[in-house]
Nanobody, 126 residues
């Protein structure tokens, strides 16, 4: 069993930065690929980025590539999402996800995710 807790969300002006963190409980964190999804009001939850268990492979959707950076520290059971050059369209609830079968590729569909965090709100003001 893995429990995920996100932090780091908040309100930021367009062009600003935020760093999200997701800390996992349990000793099996290093066995899972980790990822981030987001859900904007009235929209479905959508994949954003993933990182393999070793951290060697990463994946970004086109809309965030070059602006977001995913990383992980297995010693701290934590995965990060550094978000730079934020845009109003990045506003959403961001969810941390764990997927045992993934290896740093695009994650999804939603039903394949093993564990979810509770979400953290990111609001980008124009």
């Amino acid at each position: 069993q893995v429990q995920l807790v996100e932090s780091g969300g908040g309100l930021v002006q367009a062009g600003g930065s935020l760093r999200l963190s997701c800390t996992a409980s349990g000793r099996t964190f290093r066995n899972y690929a980790m990822g981030w999804f987001r859900q904007a009001p009235g929209k479905e939850r959508a994949f954003v980025s993933a990182i393999s268990w070793s951290g060697e492979r990463v994946y970004y959707v086109n809309s965030v590539a070059g602006r977001f950076t995913i990383s992980r520290d297995n010693a701290k059971n934590t995965v990060y999402l550094q978000m730079n050059s934020l845009k109003p369209e990045d506003t959403a609830v961001y969810y941390c996800a764990a997927d045992w079968r993934n290896n740093g590729q695009a994650m999804g569909p939603i039903s394949t995710i093993d564990y979810w965090g509770q979400g953290t709100q990111v609001t980008v003001a124009s």
